[in-house]
């Protein structure tokens, strides 16, 4: 179609577009009452039934204080609602600010870093999420019901792994684990209503696990980023630690069949590994909660030692900071293989070398620069060199430009970290700078060369070498003015 | 006022502040916090709800906070930032149902709001918030907590990624 879109005729598309998608009334003018939100469709007896059975069956669900919050009254203090009354009634022209009692777990982790706490809402508006969920179980085996409008389920897939059930009222989706799809189905058929539960099993051997509606409620939520993370990156691996309202977790055991039981701060609960490498850890709080652990596939090779760092905490405590932010470190490199000999005038010797692999270990955080994988720059800096002061800024300009190639890495080494010296320590030094990519910090001296800087055969201050996708060396370069956007226009 | 201290009710954030305060930060930045957000998750629906989740934070820190209004963008921009690694996959889900079915958008936004929906968060932030909202490169490197020089570079990915999909 069009392969000659400039710049201005993107943006003027993209400015049109959004201005269709934000056009509506409904916010175009400031100082409106707080608008509506959708009420959900289970009917207040319903879940008047739902709050009595919870408090008789599981114990302390979650109680749900809601708290009514136009502009008038934002600033009162939320009402409790005790689990064992009818939840109130919320004016349909009035938004909620939902509040969540629940027991509250931490990651004590050196190099994860605790981002706020805040409140979850579930399957609201847009996302046809479910709206009950209740579980049985018998011995290690689980039964679950997951109860959606009647009609077709929209959001979910049934397969080979689950049992639907279409009743007057309502769609009813069953997961199982431990058993077959015969028993599953069998069972699926003895699910009857109840009157003082939503639905009841009532097989001997089976009794309720959990319960819980996940539209309504709340589940606080905190979400952990590493410490050390590309800022030029745009996929940021989390750890997100959430507590509240039961919503169907033990499904999971169903759908990904691989749980295993662990340990949780104390509980016990399960691990459950998504198709997209993912992991999901969850457990039940023993006070008619459940909380969870959803770690990235990037992550996913710490499951057990972030399982094992999972502490429960007083939920009044603040939770912003909790989590130290530790001294980035300096890291103790290793290198492997050929030194490139020092950087000279006239020809150079290094050009289509192998560098030696570098490889350090930085507040947890693995660095490597390994010829093997891909392009890379190397940049060697020392935070007392009056030099390098201009060469930061002039490679984020660089990074920034048309000419620089997207996939090429490029690791900062602030080496020959002196404390006393200027701009100590070299952390700062370069934050200010505005770099907060990877780097590896190596100490030494004022003046002298650190291991890593002699390794790439670093004469001096600022010093780069560009690595080639065949993992040689394509050029390297010295002093204050080294073009950076010349540079990698050699690749 | 109290902020981010938890009161009597356990795991319970306690709501303090002023309501002349935040009545008047709230008509004056509601519309806009909604804008952002709906542009940030492509619904109105949810952006309404984001917008109002980030305006109630705001209220329960307004006396002690410097510069509400970039704690408002901040906020904004985390909370979809959440919104999209939550609901990624009902959103690929609504995608693939959506996909052929017509729309309420003219063609050409319908195409553009499915490159933005192709973009990696930070870039879909950063092309929407500095060529539609007209943020600062600082502005949105405070709410994306990067450097400056790093939306920079967010920007010209971006619009490379919107180029190419629009061209396809």
């Known amino acids: 179609m069009n392969q000659l879109l400039d710049d201005e005729t993107i943006i003027a598309r993209l400015r049109s577009a959004l201005d269709e998608l934000t056009a509506p009334d409904d916010f175009a003018t400031p100082g409106d009452e707080l608008p509506m939100r959708p009420q959900h469709t289970m009917t207040p007896a319903r879940w008047m039934a739902v709050a009595a059975a919870t408090v008789l069956v599981i114990g302390a669900v979650a109680a749900v204080a809601v708290n009514r919050s136009n502009r008038s009254d934002v600033a009162s203090t939320p009402t409790t609602v005790p689990s064992t009354t009818p939840a109130t009634t919320v004016n349909p022209t009035e938004s909620t600010l939902v509040r969540v009692e629940t027991k509250w777990f931490t990651i004590i982790s050196p190099d994860l870093v605790a981002g706020e706490r805040t409140i979850e809402q579930c399957c609201r508006d847009s996302l046809p999420g479910p709206l009950l969920t209740m579980a049985w179980s018998s011995g290690d085996t689980f039964l679950t019901l997951t109860e959606y409008p009647a009609g077709p389920v929209t959001d979910v897939f049934p397969d080979a792994n689950s049992t639907v059930r279409e009743a007057a009222t309502a769609t009813l989706l069953f997961h199982s684990f431990g058993l077959t799809a015969d028993e599953r189905d069998a069972l699926a058929a003895q699910v009857v209503a109840g009157s003082g539960l939503p639905y009841v099993l009532p097989m001997e051997g089976w009794g309720l696990t959990a319960m819980g509606q996940t539209a309504g409620n709340g589940r606080l939520v905190q979400m952990y980023t590493p410490l050390n993370t590309d800022p030029l990156s745009s996929y940021l691996p989390t750890v997100t630690m959430s507590a509240g309202e039961y919503r169907g977790e033990l499904d999971l055991l169903g759908l990904w069949p691989d749980g295993q039981p662990v340990t949780v701060g104390g509980y016990d609960g399960w691990k459950v590994s998504a198709g997209d490498g993912a992991v999901t850890v969850f457990w039940d709080t023993g006070d008619g909660n459940w909380a969870t652990l959803r770690i990235d596939a990037q992550l996913a090779d710490r499951t057990d030692g972030l399982i094992a760092a999972v502490v429960e905490v007083d939920p009044t405590a603040p939770t912003v900071d909790t989590v130290p932010i530790p001294d980035p470190g300096v890291a103790e490199p290793g290198i492997e293989g050929v030194w490139l000999p020092p950087f000279t005038d006239g020809d150079d010797a290094a050009v289509g070398a192998t560098p030696p692999t570098v490889r350090a270990n930085l507040g947890g955080q693995p660095i490597t620069i390994d010829p093997n994988e891909g392009a890379h720059l190397v940049v060697v800096v020392a935070h007392w060199c009056t030099h390098c002061q201009s060469t930061i800024p002039a490679m984020i300009d660089a990074m920034a430009s048309d000419q620089f190639p997207d996939d090429l890495t490029v690791t900062v080494v602030a080496t020959a970290e002196a404390e006393g010296e200027a701009n100590f320590p070299s952390s700062d030094w370069l934050a200010n700078l505005g770099w907060t990519g990877r780097t590896l910090i190596t100490r030494g001296g004022a003046g002298e060369a650190g291991q890593i800087a002699q390794a790439y055969g670093a004469s001096g201050y600022p010093f780069a070498v560009l690595i080639g996708d065949n993992g040689t060396v394509v050029a390297r370069r010295i002093g204050e003015g080294i073009d950076f956007e010349a540079l990698v226009a050699l690749l | ?168």
């Open chain 2, 1 to 168: 006022m109290e902020t981010g201290t938890l009161g009597v009710h356990a795991g319970v954030t306690a709501i303090s502040t002023s309501t002349t305060d935040f009545d008047e930060f709230y008509r004056s930045h509601r519309a806009d916090a909604v804008r952002w957000a709906t542009a940030l998750v492509g619904s109105p629906e949810i952006g309404e709800e984001l917008a109002q989740d980030s305006l109630a934070a705001v209220g329960r820190r307004l006396s002690t906070l410097d510069n509400p209004a970039a704690y408002l963008r901040r906020t904004v921009v985390n909370r979809a930032a959440s919104w999209h690694r939550w609901h990624i996959r009902a959103v690929r889900r609504e995608a693939r149902v959506a996909a052929g079915q017509p729309t309420t958008y003219t063609q050409a936004t319908g195409e553009m709001l499915a490159a933005l929906a192709s973009l990696p968060y930070k870039q879909r932030a950063a092309v929407s918030l500095r060529y539609w909202a007209d943020w600062t490169d600082d502005q949105i490197a405070e709410a994306l907590e990067c450097a400056p020089s790093s939306v920079r570079v967010l920007l010209h990915r971006g619009l490379a990624a919107l180029k190419k999909e629009i061209a396809e």
